[in-house]
């Protein structure tokens, strides 16, 4: 009797409520699949692009930080200061995998793919740190156009995320940084960084080989060189480059961005935190073979670097 009761309740929930998986999603800005999880797992909130089915007990999982939180960091002291604010709601916990996916080549995505939290690495792992590699040492490369949501990047692989042309990354994490997270090299247009967050990057974090402008926003940066830094010294450099960084929260690492004032470049910062109160680093490019580039000056000059709303708390 009561057999039948649960096989029947547990039949009824299987087709009326998928059950997401523990480590799985279970909600997110276009998210369509169910909001239920497995017995034991609860639907928690990760950011507003993914929320995950993680253990239900506070302290489960026997992993460290098992689910993620949201916090709104830095608290301004009562005085509020100008202007701008403090960033509020990035995800500054790393999320879980949901499963592990190891691949030969880079994947090529035209169009959108989402990873639904799957853990991404190479094998045979392409990571030689600092020396450099190209495109075929990436993990992703976006077509024109394309976009990439809600994945993780592991240590083994190289050069994380190529974009050929514009392209948005949404709540994408990089677990342990080697030659960089993301490569730009559009033409012209914009491309996007929503969320997500990177980590362990001894140089830059962004390389901006391109032209045009990079959008940072709601991301997490911790142990780093720099958050992102247009190329010093590429074949046929040049610029403008614009760089926009809004509602970043950046932790034991150097500047924001590394832009080339002599080539036209900008970077805006607003609503972000530093810990160590690098904001910005303006060097002067140099094309292949014209030597290093040099650093012209540090912090915001109101002419090539902006920013309204920055603090040292977080
Ligand atoms: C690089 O060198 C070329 C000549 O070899 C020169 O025309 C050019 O202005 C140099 N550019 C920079 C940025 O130093
Ligand atoms: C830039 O502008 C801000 C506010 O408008 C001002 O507080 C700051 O002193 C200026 N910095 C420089 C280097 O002019």
């Known amino acids: 009797m009561k057999s039948l009761t649960l096989l029947a309740v547990s039949l009824f929930s299987a087709s009326a409520l998928a059950q997401n998986p523990l480590w799985g999603q279970c909600g997110g800005n276009g998210w369509t699949g169910s909001t239920a999880c497995e017995s034991g797992a609860c639907c928690t909130f990760s950011n507003e692009w993914y929320s995950q089915c993680t253990p239900c007990s506070g302290n489960g999982g026997g992993s460290s930080s098992t689910s993620t939180t949201t916090s709104a960091t830095p608290t301004n002291g009562g005085g509020g200061g100008g202007g701008g604010g403090d960033p509020t709601g990035v995800t500054t916990v790393f999320p879980q995998a949901s499963g592990e996916t190891a691949l030969p080549t880079a994947r090529v995505i035209s169009g959108h793919f989402d990873g639904?939290?799957?853990?991404?690495?190479?094998?045979?792992?392409?990571?030689?740190?600092?020396?450099?590699?190209?495109?075929?040492?990436?993990?992703?490369?976006?077509?024109?156009?394309?976009?990439?949501?809600?994945?993780?990047?592991?240590?083994?692989?190289?050069?994380?995320?190529?974009?050929?042309?514009?392209?948005?990354?949404?709540?994408?994490?990089?677990?342990?940084?080697?030659?960089?997270?993301?490569?730009?090299?559009?033409?012209?247009?914009?491309?996007?960084?929503?969320?997500?967050?990177?980590?362990?990057?001894?140089?830059?974090?962004?390389?901006?080989?391109?032209?045009?402008?990079?959008?940072?926003?709601?991301?997490?940066?911790?142990?780093?060189?720099?958050?992102?830094?247009?190329?010093?010294?590429?074949?046929?450099?040049?610029?403008?480059?614009?760089?926009?960084?809004?509602?970043?929260?950046?932790?034991?690492?150097?500047?924001?961005?590394?832009?080339?004032s002599n080539y036209g470049d900008t970077c805006r910062i607003s609503n972000s935190c530093q810990n160590n109160g690098k904001i910005c680093d303006r060097y002067e490019g140099v094309t292949k073979g014209n030597g290093s580039s040099k650093k012209l000056g540090t912090g915001p000059d109101n002419s090539s670097c902006f920013a309204s709303g920055f603090t040292e708390s977080c």
């Open 116 to 260: 639904g939290m799957v853990r991404y690495s190479r094998s045979p792992d392409t990571c030689q740190e600092q020396t450099e590699t190209d495109e075929a040492a990436a993990m992703f490369i976006l077509e024109a156009g394309g976009s990439i949501s809600n994945v993780i990047l592991s240590k083994a692989q190289a050069e994380g995320i190529h974009c050929r042309g514009t392209c948005t990354l949404t709540n994408v994490w990089w677990e342990d940084v080697c030659e960089d997270a993301a490569t730009f090299k559009q033409t012209s247009g914009t491309s996007y960084i929503n969320g997500g967050g990177a980590r362990k990057a001894s140089d830059k974090i962004f390389q901006f080989n391109g032209r045009g402008t990079v959008s940072i926003k709601n991301f997490y940066a911790e142990d780093y060189g720099k958050v992102i830094r247009s190329c010093g010294d590429c074949t046929g450099n040049g610029g403008p480059r614009h760089v926009i960084i809004d509602n970043v929260i950046a932790k034991d690492g150097g500047p924001l961005c590394g832009i080339n």
